[in-house]
């Protein structure tokens, strides 16, 4: 299957696949940013991403079980590569000190995409129970999107501040950098 997906010729299999693997390499990915970013209380970035893989894991044992019940253990037609287009952000897009800014971006892109999938698959998916979890999946996705849209834009400054540019300070420099970043 190429990365460029055409509904019209997507199976239910392959839909069910392509799903799963968007909520695998979300899970993965909120992850990795929650590490990298680290977690100080229950409403910082690292928490909300914890919170996001958890719920992404759910998202991909939801869509196993239903794959496995209806196709049992018959290999899979799509691949990583597949979810470019679908969900996952560009090929190099995260990166190792990016900033709490970035990180909150490219997971607002890829909630839009993975929203634009589940709604393009729901056109062409007619039996019952799947179409009710993608409807389900697609508005949880328009639930992530708001829910991101609202933190960014109550950012501060200082959260467009690369994590390398913390390093490479001492402590003392990037509080100040931050609180100036903060006042303009």
């Known amino acids: 299957m190429s990365t460029k997906i055409d509904y019209s010729k997507l199976t239910l299999m392959d839909a069910l696949d392509l799903a799963a693997l968007i ?12 590490e990298r970013l680290g ?3 229950s409403d910082d970035a690292g928490a909300v991403f914890e919170s996001m893989a958890v719920n992404e894991s759910k998202h991909g044992e939801q869509l196993a079980e239903r794959r496995l019940a209806l196709f049992g ?7 990583l590569d597949d979810i470019f287009d679908v969900e996952a952000p560009d090929f190099g897009a995260p990166s190792m000190n990016m900033s709490v ?9 890829s909630e ?3 929203f634009a999938f589940y709604s393009q698959a729901l056109r062409y998916v007619s039996q019952p129970d799947v179409k009710a979890l993608f409807e389900e999946l697609r508005d949880e996705e328009a639930e992530h999107v708001r829910m991101l849209e609202e933190i960014i834009a109550k950012l501060p400054p200082s959260a467009a501040l690369d994590l390398e ?20």
């Open 23 to 34: 909520e695998i390499e979300a899970h993965r990915r909120y992850t990795q940013f929650a």
């Open 39 to 41: 977690s100080r209380g």
């Open 73 to 79: 253990e018959e290999r899979p037609n799509v691949k």
């Open 101 to 109: 800014l970035k990180a909150y971006q490219l997971a607002l892109s």
């Open 112 to 114: 839009q995409k993975a």
């Open 165 to 184: 540019d913390e390093d490479a300070d001492t402590t003392e420099d990037w509080r100040q950098r931050t609180r100036q970043a903060d006042k303009s």
